[in-house]
Structure formats: structure tokens, C-alpha cells
């Protein structure tokens, strides 16, 4: 087992929950992610492993409760993705209205500032910022490139 499910399974033991099998298939597909998952696409991958689609949530809902994975909800729709070693650095997400992709903004410009909008938060508000989501919603580069089509087409006609 390496070192980060080691980790990982010390955090679970100390809140007294088992670090069972399917515990450790469910982080360890978590932790290969490449993209955010939701509970059935986590599901589809650990089924083979003859983990159920309850246990697969359950797991998740812990996971939430322990800050080990963040949960993002997508037009009622739950995503999931590692807050600790899950190998993406600290990101800002971006969600598509035409398509619903999910894209992850690694700009250190944007970043720093989203830093500093926490750290202005605390200090003006004398409170601990724990967690920060940032959802941007808009048209990604691909539905944009064909929004600006369509609408030059219905120009023509």
C-alpha cells in the first residue's frame, strides 16, 4: 500500500470507520483521476471489484464528512474529486452551459487571487475560511467557437 492510502486510512481509523477494501478501490480511482467523477461513473470503474452502487455512496457521503474528497454538484448532479493527494494542484472550476463539461482553471494569476480573496474575507470578517468553491459558468472555448458560427449563419439567411 503506498504511502498516501496509508495516510488516508490513518485519517479514516482515527474517526473510527473500518478502512475497508472497497474504501481503498474507491480512493484509489479518486486518486488516478484525471477528471471529476460522479458516484456512478466511480461505480462503473469499482463494480468489477464487486462493489455496489450503496456502498459507493456511502463511502462518498464519509469521504465528504472526513474533507478527504470535495463533492461538486453539477445541475443535481454530485462530482467528486480528492482535497488531498489527488495530484491536482489548487484549481478554480469552470462548468459549460452547452455541453456541461467541467474544466479545472490552473492560472497562478487567478489562483493567487483567489487566495488573497480568502485571506480578505478572514481578516475583514474576523472568521476561518475552511473551504472555497469557485464555479465559473459560462461557454467553453469549443460551444463559443460554435455559438459564433450559428450566429453568423442565421445573419446570412
Same mark, same amino acid.
Given at each position: 500500500?503506498?504511502? *498516501?492510502?496509508?495516510?488516508?486510512? %490513518? =485519517?479514516?481509523?482515527? /474517526?473510527? &470507520? ?8 474507491? !480512493?484509489k480511482v479518486l486518486i488516478n483521476a484525471k477528471s471529476h ?7 462503473q470503474i469499482v463494480r468489477v ?17 472526513? *474533507?478527504?474528497?470535495?463533492?461538486? %454538484? =453539477?445541475?443535481?448532479? /454530485?462530482? &467528486? ?8 494542484? !489548487? ?45 465559473? =459558468? ?14 453568423? !449563419?442565421?445573419?446570412?439567411?
Open positions: 500500500m503506498d504511502k *498516501n492510502l496509508i495516510h488516508l486510512r %490513518n =485519517i479514516i481509523e482515527s /474517526n473510527g &470507520y473500518k478502512f475497508t477494501k472497497q474504501k481503498q478501490y474507491i !480512493l467523477l460522479s458516484a456512478e461513473d466511480i461505480y471489484d464487486s462493489v455496489g452502487i450503496a456502498t459507493v455512496y456511502r463511502t462518498l457521503k464519509k469521504l465528504k464528512e472526513l *474533507n478527504i474528497v470535495k463533492e461538486i %454538484n =453539477i445541475d443535481g448532479t /454530485n462530482f &467528486y474529486e480528492m482535497k488531498i493527494f489527488g495530484g491536482r494542484p !489548487l484549481h478554480i472550476h469552470f462548468k459549460c452551459n452547452e455541453c456541461n463539461s467541467i474544466m479545472d482553471i490552473y492560472n497562478r494569476s487567478l489562483i493567487l487571487d483567489y487566495l488573497k480573496l480568502n485571506n480578505n474575507a478572514e481578516k475583514e470578517n474576523n472568521f476561518t475560511v475552511f473551504d472555497a468553491d469557485i464555479m465559473l =459558468i459560462g461557454l467553453c472555448s469549443e460551444c463559443r467557437e460554435k455559438k459564433i458560427c450559428q450566429d453568423q !449563419l442565421n445573419l446570412e439567411e
